[in-house]
C-alpha cells in the first residue's frame, strides 16, 4: 500500500495492490502494465500541438496535484501515434488523427485571434471561455477547415480525453473501480453492496473506518 493521497472517496485504497492477486489474470496485467508505461513525450504530434492539447486536457479533467497524475494527453497521443480507431466516426469528421491535428491548430489559431496568445498561454478562465464557445457551436474560423468545432469537442475532445482518463488505473483508484471483473468476477450485483474485493465508499465521519477496510482489498 502506497502512502499517497489517491481519493477522499475511497481512502487507502490503491487498485494496483490488485496486481499480483486472483483479481487480475496475465492478460490485464500485461495491458496495465503497457498503459503505465506510456511515454510522457509526444511521439504523434509537435511540440506545439502537444503544448495545446496538454493545456485542453487540463480544463477536461483537471487533477490535483497532489494525488497521482492521469496522463491524459500522453494517452491520446499514444493512441493517435499507434493509429487506434473507434471503428466508427461521424461523416461530418475527419479520421481522428486529421480531426485532431485539424482542432488543435484551430484552437491556437482561435485563441491568438482573440488574446493574441497560444491556448497553452492563456489563463485558466480564458481557456476555459474558449472551449465553452467550441462546445456551443460559437466557433468557426478557415482553421476548422470546414470540420464543425461543436462536434468536435463532443466527439473527439470528450470522448477521447474522458475515455482514456477513466481507463487509467489512477482514475480507477479515484472513483473506487476494481479493474476487469476478469478472472474474479463480481457477485453481489445489488443496489448498495460490495463484494470483498470492491473499494469501501467513506461515509461522513466513518472514514478510518473506510481506509482500514479498503488497506485489506485485494
Known amino acids: 500500500m502506497t502512502d499517497v493521497p489517491r481519493s477522499p472517496t475511497y481512502p487507502g485504497y490503491d487498485v494496483l495492490d490488485k496486481r499480483d492477486t486472483p483479481s487480475w489474470d496475465d492478460?490485464?496485467?500485461?495491458?496495465?502494465?503497457e498503459r503505465l508505461a506510456t511515454p510522457c513525450e509526444p511521439r504523434f504530434l509537435n511540440a506545439v500541438e502537444w503544448r495545446a492539447l496538454c493545456a485542453v486536457c487540463a480544463c477536461i479533467v483537471p487533477q490535483d496535484p497532489q494525488?497521482?497524475?492521469v496522463p491524459a494527453a500522453a494517452l491520446l497521443d499514444a493512441r493517435l501515434f499507434e493509429n487506434g480507431r473507434d471503428g466508427y466516426r461521424n461523416a461530418s469528421l475527419p479520421p481522428m488523427r486529421d480531426a485532431w491535428r485539424i482542432g488543435l491548430a484551430a484552437i491556437d489559431a482561435e485563441s491568438r485571434a482573440r488574446?493574441?496568445?497560444?491556448?497553452?498561454s492563456l489563463d485558466e478562465a480564458a481557456r476555459i471561455?474558449?472551449?465553452t464557445?467550441?462546445?456551443?457551436?460559437k466557433l468557426g474560423g478557415e482553421a476548422w477547415q470546414g470540420m464543425p468545432p461543436a462536434l468536435f469537442f463532443s466527439k473527439r475532445v470528450l470522448h477521447d480525453i474522458c475515455s482514456?482518463?477513466?481507463a487509467h488505473p489512477h482514475a480507477w483508484s479515484e472513483?473506487?473501480?476494481?479493474?476487469?471483473?476478469?478472472?474474479r468476477g463480481y457477485v453481489r450485483l445489488y443496489f448498495d453492496?460490495?463484494?470483498?474485493?470492491?473499494?469501501?465508499?467513506?461515509?461522513?465521519?466513518?472514514?478510518?473506518?473506510?481506509?482500514?477496510?479498503?488497506?485489506?482489498?485485494?
Open 27 to 33: 492478460i490485464t496485467r500485461k495491458v496495465i502494465d
Open 67 to 69: 494525488r497521482p497524475q
Open 115 to 120: 488574446h493574441e496568445l497560444p491556448f497553452a
Open 129 to 131: 471561455a474558449l472551449l
Open 133 to 137: 464557445d467550441m462546445q456551443q457551436g
Open 164 to 166: 482514456l482518463y477513466y
Open 175 to 183: 472513483i473506487g473501480f476494481g479493474g476487469p471483473a476478469n478472472p
Open 193 to 218: 453492496r460490495r463484494d470483498p474485493w470492491e473499494a469501501a465508499e467513506a461515509k461522513v465521519g466513518h472514514e478510518d473506518k473506510a481506509r482500514k477496510e479498503n488497506g485489506r482489498v485485494r
